[in-house]
């Protein structure tokens, strides 16, 4: 009889605390709210054009030298609008690939 009720007492202290839980913070089922439907939209956007800038540059002499030794996936061709800048300011644009 003893051994009965410890064991009653002892379910009840471990069930009691998570049925008391669930019943203060699980109040019902979830309904999700009402979203409308998205509706998918596409923007055109014009082709880029490089079109230099046409400014009255200050000649200078400089020189610029542009590592592509490294090999960090960026081609000459990424870099072009900055080697005509650089032209187009007077500096004198050299490129080092770590072949020479």
């Known amino acids: 009889?003893?051994?009965?009720?410890?064991?009653?007492?002892?379910l009840a202290l471990l069930v009691l605390p998570t049925l008391v839980r669930a019943i203060w913070f699980y109040r019902?089922?979830?309904?999700?709210?009402?979203?409308?439907?998205?509706?998918?939209?596409t923007v055109e956007l014009p082709p880029l054009v490089f079109q230099p800038d046409v400014d009255e540059p200050i000649e200078g002499a400089g020189r610029v030298l542009i590592d592509m030794a490294h090999r960090n996936?960026?081609?000459?061709?990424?870099?072009?609008p900055l080697r005509d800048r650089l032209v187009m300011y007077?500096?004198?644009?050299?490129?080092?690939?770590?072949?020479?």
């Open 28 to 41: 019902g089922r979830y309904q999700p709210p009402d979203i409308p439907d998205v509706q998918e939209m």
């Open 1 to 10: 009889m003893k051994f009965r009720r410890v064991v009653l007492i002892a």
């Open 73 to 80: 996936n960026l081609e000459i061709d990424d870099i072009t």
């Open 90 to 100: 007077g500096a004198t644009v050299e490129t080092f690939d770590g072949m020479d």
